[in-house]
Nanobody, 113 residues
Framework: QVQLVESGGGLVQPGGSLRLSCAAS????????MDWYRQSPGKNRELVAS???????NYADSVKGRFTISRDNAKNTIYLQMNSLKPEDTSIYYC???????WGQGTQVTVSS
């Protein structure tokens, strides 16, 4: 059974940082493209960052220079380091594995003073 379990969300002030984790079981993440998505109420789910099997990373324009996606193959876990957070980054963040379309349950990130 495949599970993607996100953690690390929470409440942070503008300008602060958080690191999200996505621990995978049932799959080997290095054989998948792994994504971080986010979705806010009333909005479509947005692709935030991705890392390919070869380690190439891509980012949404809205987070370039602030967010970093990484992978620890030994721990079978991906991360999203989020710096210089803004209120508009408030969302539920989801981990996603391609090509099998596996999703985690999401973790809430709230950026507010």
């Amino acid at each position: 059974q495949v599970q993607l379990v996100e953690s690390g969300g929470g409440l942070v002030q503008p300008g602060g940082s958080l690191r999200l984790s996505c621990a995978a079981s049932g799959i080997i993440i290095s054989t998948y493209r792994m994504d971080w998505y986010r979705q806010s109420p009333g909005k479509n789910r947005e692709l935030v960052a991705s890392i390919t099997r070869g380690g190439t990373t891509n980012y949404a324009d809205s987070v370039k220079g602030r967010f970093t996606i990484s992978r620890d193959n030994a721990k079978n876990t991906i991360y999203l380091q989020m710096n210089s957070l803004k209120p508009e980054d408030t969302s539920i963040y989801y981990c996603h594995a391609i090509p099998s379309d596996y999703w985690g349950q999401g973790t809430q990130v709230t950026v507010s003073s």
